[in-house]
Structure formats: C-alpha cells, structure tokens
C-alpha cells in the first residue's frame, strides 16, 4: 500500500470534484470457478485499490461529498475463517493504514444508504463490470441489476478518469518495476523460440516468471507463431523455421500495477530478408512515435503517423501503392494495421476501461472515428504529463480480411493484392513499449527490452 495520506488525498481531491452527494465505491468479492470454495484468485476493483488501497473481498468504501467523512463497510474475519486463512488485519487496521476515518460491519450498509436515499441524498456510482456487483447495488439501491449501468454517475466517472490518468511517482516507480519484470519474461521467450518447442512451454515459463515477482500476469499472455490473430490465446503449436513468434505479455505487481509489451521474433534466430524487410517498418512506427510524443500532441495523431509510416514501407515493399497520405486518410491500411496505436495503462492494462474508453481515450476535442481500423483507437486525446500508454503499432496478414477486401476489390488503387498472395502466411508483427508522458516529451520505462533485428539476434545467439 501506499501511505494513508496518500490515499486520504486521493479521496479528498475526488470530493472536489463532485457536487454533492456520496460516493459508493463497492470493492470486489471471490468468485468461484467450478464450485462454492474453489476462487479464482482474487482481483480487487482497481478504482477501489486506488482510494482505498485494501486488497481485501467484499468492503465498501463511501466517501461523503457533503460532510467530508468516509467510510469502510465490511467485517473482521472470525475463528471459523481464521483456521483456514490465517488471521487476517481487522477493518480497524485497514482505517490505520488508509485513513479512512470509520468503519462498519457490513450488516450496517443497507441502512446507511437507505437513510441517504430517503433524504434524497444523490449516490454516486461507477459502471459495474461484474455481475456480483450490479447484484449487490440492486439491493442497495432499489435499482434493476440490468438498469445499475444505464443509472452511474458520469460526474464521477470523469473524475476518476481525471485522477487516475497522471500517474503520481509512486505509481510510475512501480510500473517501472513491472516493465522490468516483462523484460525477463520477454528475454526469456526469445532465448526459448527454437525449432520444436511447443507454443505452451514457452507460455508456462513467462508465466511462471510473472509469479514469481509476486504478482500474476497483467493479462492472458498472448503467444504465438499465428501472431496474425491479435489476440490469439491458443498456445499448441509446434514452433518451426522461418516462423515468427509474437509474444504480447506482461506482469501485473504485488501492488497491482501492470506492464503490457509485445515482441516478435523469428523462430531459430536469425530473420528472413522478407521478415527483415516488414519488421524493420513496423520498427520505425514504434520508434518515430516514441521520438514525437509529448504533452499537447492528440494521441490520434500518433496513429496516423505509425500508419503513414506503415502505409509508405508497405509502398516501399510493393504491398501498396498510390498516394499515401490518401491511402491512410481513407483507411486502406487498416488491411494491415486493423487497430489502434495503444492505451492507457496504470492498474488496469487496458487503464479504466470499465469505466468506458470514450471516458478514458476521448473528450470534447475529438470524437471516435467510424472508419475501419481507426474507430478501434481506443486513446485519441491529447498527451498530458503524467500519462502512461503503450504504443505497439503492427503489421498482420490476415488471410480471412484479405479474401473479403480482395473479393470486394476494396481500395485496389492502393493495395497490390497479386503481391500480397506472397505474404498469405507471413503472420503478423507487433512491438510495444510503455512510454510515461514527462514534462516536454516522454520516455519509454524500464530497462531496455531488445527490439532492433541487431539486438534480438544477438540475445537469441547467447541463449
Ligand atoms: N496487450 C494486449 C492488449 O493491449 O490488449
């Protein structure tokens, strides 16, 4: 945790920005898997973890707007729990380390917000993203569980957003920490991307890695020889020569910050000309945003730039054709580069996103794209110091996209699709760093994880 008047700041700079009214924050509960007691590892809400910093299920928290107070609802563990868990900090201890200044048993929420409610007292609430959740303020608030999320505060919401966006020294010391925890999992992947390796031995031991610092992963790894798939979460395949491995993975800390990098490599260490020839477009994407972000610069503009850049190497390779700067405005590279430039990230990987990315990656200044490619940008505005994002352009052969757009004749004035024939089975390439927006530009955190052709060879060479 970090220290109480850290988090009583944090509650007081939110009461602020709200009118009137309570805060009701509900921290998260266990959930079981496959029966009653057997949990998934418990995961508190990250909005909760930031105000009130306690990794402990089912507490409340309640700041009020009004009188300035706030609360804890939850219950001391007894011996029955005790045997099972160990002796766990009472809600008291947790006020001592929080400074939150009272606490409740549970049994006393019900009343207090029933009696807020019937002085007409306005309760603030973010969107729930667990179903357990919505339950719980139904029965709280008189309000369907299916309606709890058509009823939140967007006052709030924006708050949140506004407070948890700059991140605080604290919070970027520990992201840092991650960002070194994802490049040992990272070196460790391209050490083990060999000939006749399974995808799932790999996965295993970055995971395993992650563990080991004490925290899991940030998300579910993402590793494969079909990085084409961007998402893809299968992990069976036998690695083989000339392939590339796409490994998109990162750690989540003890404190529950998180880091996100992705890394591609060819598999048996040394790349093709042709592998060479789309890594190092996709490479320049990554680095020249890294050399043009900073405070005031629209995070759009970052991703037209990576797909200009992207859009003119394709050019250069005989994958497109025509006027770049028209290609892109129209969207024809999105055959290629089918998402966005990247995120924010903090405690969640995909930072807030629960709370809505229009909330978190949007304001008044600009408005998501419906084009192809561009609407999934999921951070658009302007860079403030303070801010911590990914930024992992990519390049994707996707045969299924490839067959519709090619069947539709789709922006044939700018894509050469005979060429692409001789890249069906290419896969895909990613690179991903986690950049901190600083004062007049930014810097990528953590120690330096390889990523120019040079570089990955060479480590792969020393495994
Ligand atoms: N790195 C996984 C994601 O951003 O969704």
Redesign the pocket.
């Given at each position: 945790m970090f220290s109480k008047e850290i988090y009583t700041a944090r509650r007081k700079k939110l009461s602020e920005q709200i009118s009137d009214g309570l805060i009701l924050l509900p921290g998260n509960s266990d959930v079981p898997f496959n029966y009653p007691a057997n949990i998934y590892s418990f995961r508190q809400d990250s909005s909760f973890l930031y105000f009130f910093g306690v990794k402990q299920p089912d507490i409340t928290g309640i700041i009020d707007v009004d009188s300035g107070e706030d609360y804890m609802f939850g219950n001391d563990i007894g011996i029955d729990d005790i045997i099972w868990m160990g002796e766990q900090p009472t809600m008291k201890e947790f006020a001592g380390k929080n400074g939150v200044s009272q606490t409740y048993p549970t049994e006393k929420l019900d009343d207090f917000i029933k009696n807020a409610l019937s002085q007409g007292r306005k309760i603030h609430f973010l969107p729930a993203y667990r179903a357990q959740t919505k339950l719980q303020l139904e029965k709280l608030l008189g309000i369907p569980a299916g309606e709890i999320n058509g009823n939140v505060s967007e006052e709030l919401i924006k708050a949140v957003v506004k407070l948890r966006s700059v991140k605080e020294p604290g919070e970027i010391e520990d992201i840092e920490k991650t960002v070194d925890v994802a490049y040992e999992m990272h070196t460790a992947s391209m050490k083990a991307a060999f000939p006749g390796i399974k995808e799932q031995e790999i996965y295993g031991k970055i995971e395993g890695i992650a563990l080991s610092h004490g925290g899991p992963v940030s998300?579910p790894v993402?590793l494969s020889v079909n990085g084409q798939i961007l998402?893809n979460h299968h992990h069976e395949n036998i690695l083989k020569e000339g392939q590339l491995m796409v490994t998109?993975a990162g750690a989540e800390s003890p404190m529950h910050y998180c880091s996100?990098i992705?890394r591609t490599v060819p598999v048996g260490g040394k790349f093709s000309e042709k592998q060479k020839g789309i890594y190092e477009i996709v490479l320049k994407a990554n680095i020249e945003v890294i050399k043009n972000s900073k405070p005031g610069i629209f995070y759009k503009d970052m991703h037209l730039l990576s797909a200009k850049i992207i859009a003119q190497g394709l050019k250069d390779e005989g994958l497109m054709k025509g006027d770049v700067e028209e290609a892109v405005a129209n969207g024809a590279h999105a055959l290629f580069y089918p998402h966005g430039l990247g995120?924010m990230m903090g405690l969640d990987?995909?930072d807030m996103e629960g709370l809505g990315e229009n909330y978190v990656g949007y304001d008044e200044t600009v408005k998501r794209s419906e084009q192809f490619g561009l609407a999934f940008l999921r951070m658009a505005r302007k860079l403030e110091p303070g801010f911590v994002i990914?930024v992992?352009p990519g390049i994707y052969f996707i045969p299924a996209l490839i067959d519709i757009w090619k069947k539709e004749n789709k922006f044939s004035d700018f894509i050469n699709y005979k060429k692409l024939e001789e890249y069906r089975d290419f896969g895909g390439i990613r690179i991903?760093d986690d950049i901190l927006i600083t004062e007049n530009d930014c810097r990528v955190l953590g120690k330096p994880i390889p990523k120019t052709v040079e570089d990955i060879e060479n480590l792969m060479r020393m495994r």
């Open positions: 998300f993402i998402h998109d996100d992705t995120h990987v995909h990914t992992e991903e």
